[in-house]
């Protein structure tokens, strides 16, 4: 079993749609976590990031973390197709720079 | 410079040659990260360098790749007698000590192996 899972996709909705990517993990020492959206041949930019178990709201996009289910959340709300890219989460136990562990990314297409 | 800069940005190689990539981190960050995004396999770590630290090679697939970073600035990866299974996208990472300010990757060299 691999520390971090990630469904592949691709996913493909319709703009306004509500879009929910998820990421399961086994590692229960993992407290940071983030997700990442990457532009096809760019490299992946920081789009959220929460510590512990919660919620975090930006905008259309919301990040959830239940730790007691190993289990991460990214919900898009109002979905456009500029939100078109590949969504990776990524997770970390320590505070200090450490290499994130990445889950292998969700392709998404919003189509117009 | 504004970002992480990575060069080339495309490589195309004969098996067997040995390629250099290079990364140029954000100035004042003092961590830089290699990984390696390959079809279907997500984004793999290889490399961490943290200051004076020891670099953490633990993610480096063989004895054929290494890396080095002179002056706490620039870093360039070696892969040696290159193989089909090594082409990928080699992403550099730059960051600063806070976790929650995450990375900054540059676009990554898209390396080829023929």
């Known amino acids: 079993q691999k520390e971090v899972e990630q469904d592949p996709g691709p996913l493909s909705v319709p703009e306004g749609a509500i879009v929910s990517l998820n990421c399961t993990y086994s590692n229960s020492a993992f407290q940071y976590f983030m997700w990442y959206r990457q532009y096809s041949r760019k490299g992946p930019e920081l789009l959220m990031y929460t510590y512990s178990s919660g919620n975090k709201e930006d905008g259309r996009f919301t990040a959830q973390v239940d730790k007691s289910s190993k289990y991460i959340s990214l919900f898009i709300r109002d979905s456009q197709p500029s939100d078109s890219a590949t969504y990776l989460c990524a997770m970390s136990a320590n505070s200090g720079n450490t290499p994130l562990v990445f889950g292998k990314g969700t392709r998404l297409s919003v189509i117009a | 410079g504004a970002g992480v800069s990575q060069s080339p940005s495309n490589k195309v190689t004969e098996k067997g040659k040995d390629v250099e990539l290079r990364c140029d981190p954000i100035s004042g960050h003092t961590a830089l990260y290699w990984y390696r995004q390959s079809l279907g396999q997500g984004l793999e770590f290889l490399i961490y360098f943290q200051g004076n630290s020891a670099p953490d090679k633990s993610g480096l697939p063989s004895d054929r790749f290494s890396a080095e970073r002179t002056g706490g600035s620039v870093s360039t990866l070696t892969i040696q007698r290159t193989q089909q299974e090594d082409s990928a996208v080699y992403l550099c990472?730059?960051?600063?000590?806070?976790?929650?300010?995450?990375?900054?990757f540059g676009s990554g060299t898209r390396l080829t192996v023929v």
């Open positions: 990472a730059s960051s600063r000590p806070r976790v929650e300010d995450g990375y900054t």
